[in-house]
């Protein structure tokens, strides 16, 4: 069964411009024109990725973002024509994996859409150990489902995979670029802005105090680690 992609964008040229292309790579293709329609088609028929722009009517990218990652964690792409930092940050909380800025050639949005995608495949069979804990945190790998206490913490495949990083090299300090080129892949190596975002929404949703976090920790000029429990 073909990988299966929704496109949202209210220019119509834009739309059949990424239906080409992404056909031609061999995805089926479903689309919507707003927000809301792609929330909607989303929520009536669940697909592999999404492509979604950000200025939109009736229900912009970034809010339809937001509505999608409360029942879902399905890989989702912002496509921005501005390119403003604001902007890709903002997509980024929103709950985005990653972004394209317009224009982008065919060869970057084919490269981006594979790269989502082979990263929201999480291996399951790189786990002696079914269950994972560190303090109040619990993964349970079998199904993916990590918890906070005895709250489930609904996490983006990305998300998921930046906090795999940590739990399989406890104690273990890692550079931002070692992250990056791991978890997105290394032509990511020095974009440093997605790891910085996805380091705080983890600890938003991980941490008691995500200023004082037990977790996931700087260590200044170095990197990132997570520390052995004292016993």
């Known amino acids: 069964m073909n990988t ?26 479903v689309s919507a024109s707003d927000g809301l329609q792609a929330v909607e088609v989303f929520s009536s028929d669940p697909v592999d990725l999404i492509l979604m722009d950000v200025m939109m009517p009736n229900l912009d990218g970034f809010a339809a973002c937001q509505r999608i990652r ?19 940050v903002r997509g980024l909380d929103m709950g985005a994996d990653d972004y394209l800025v317009k224009p982008f050639s065919a060869t970057e ?18 786990n002696q150990s079914r269950f994972f804990v560190h303090d109040n945190l619990r993964i349970d790998f079998a199904r993916a489902e990590v918890w906070r206490g005895s709250q489930l913490v609904f996490l ?16 273990v300090v890692m550079s931002a670029e ?10 990511y190596r020095n974009d440093k802005e997605i790891l910085w975002v996805s380091i705080a929404r983890l600890r938003q949703k991980l941490e008691e105090d995500p200023h004082a976090p037990r977790h996931i920790v700087t260590r200044s000029g170095l990197g990132y680690l997570m520390p052995p429990l004292e016993n």
Do not use: C, M
Not at 4 to 29: M, T
């Open 178 to 187: 070692d992250l990056l080129s791991s978890v997105w892949g290394g032509e």
């Open 156 to 171: 983006s495949a990305t998300e998921y995979r930046l906090l795999l990083q940590f739990t399989h090299n406890v104690g």
């Open 4 to 29: 299966r992609i929704l496109i949202v964008d209210d220019e119509p040229r834009y739309l059949r411009l990424l239906e080409a292309n992404l056909r031609s790579d061999g995805y089926d293709v």
């Open 70 to 88: 409360q029942f879902s964690n399905v890989p989702i792409i912002i496509l921005t024509a501005k390119g403003e930092e604001q902007d890709r």
């Open 109 to 126: 949005l084919l490269a981006r859409v594979r790269a989502v995608l082979r990263r929201s495949q999480v291996s399951k069979d790189v």
